[in-house]
């Protein structure tokens, strides 16, 4: 059983920056592909960014790509998304979540992953 838990959520200005992390324990963090999504009231959770076990070929949402960057630390069994350029639409609860896969595979579906994070709120204030 993998526990993940985010953290670095919080009030930001427009334009600004916020560095999310989620750590995992209880699994084989190098052999999980990690991925970001995010929640706003109302909408459904959607897909953020991804990265393989083997931090091959990250993948965005195009509604961040070129803003946000995800990033792993296996050493430190944490994953990273960095926010920057941070727009009033950003706005929602952003879980982290875990599934065992092959190397160099992407999971983009909500239904892909097996454990989730309890989320992590992120404001971003016009």
């Known amino acids: 059983q993998v526990q993940l838990v985010e953290s670095g959520g919080g009030l930001v200005q427009a334009g600004g920056s916020l560095r999310l992390s989620c750590a995992a324990s209880?699994?084989?963090?190098?052999?999980?592909?990690m991925g970001w999504f995010r929640q706003a009231p109302g909408k459904e959770r959607e897909f953020v960014a991804a990265i393989s076990w083997n931090d091959e070929s990250p993948y965005y949402a195009d509604s961040v790509k070129g803003r946000f960057t995800i990033s792993r630390d296996n050493a430190k069994n944490t994953v990273y998304l960095q926010m920057n350029s941070l727009k009033p639409e950003d706005t929602a609860v952003y879980y982290c979540?875990?599934?065992?896969?092959?190397?160099?595979?992407?999971?983009?579906?909500?239904?892909?992953?097996?454990?989730w994070g309890q989320g992590t709120q992120v404001t971003v204030s016009s």
């Open positions: 209880g699994g084989t963090f190098s052999m999980y592909g």
């Open positions: 979540a875990a599934v065992g896969v092959p190397p160099n595979t992407i999971v983009v579906e909500t239904y892909g992953y097996d454990y």
